[in-house]
């Protein structure tokens, strides 16, 4: 059976995530391709943009 993937580009806006070195949550508010990067915004409205692999996000997808 064919497995299903699914790209880190369609995350939705608004997902919250985990800084991993920091444990930090935060909120996903743009995405930038090439390579693939997550801006976020922190509690305080700081903005940051990380990799794909520094962040864990949170209850994404719903079902693969």
Known sequence: MAKNYISLNQV???TKM???KTKEVV???EIQN????FIVE???GRKNN???HQ???IN???KV
């Open 12 to 14: 939705p806006l608004g």
């Open 27 to 29: 909120e996903l508010i």
């Open 60 to 62: 994404w997808p719903d």
């Open 55 to 57: 962040v864990e996000i």
């Open 42 to 44: 922190f509690d305080d």
């Open 18 to 20: 985990i800084v991993r």
């Open 34 to 37: 090439f390579p693939t990067t």
């Open 50 to 52: 990380f990799l794909t």
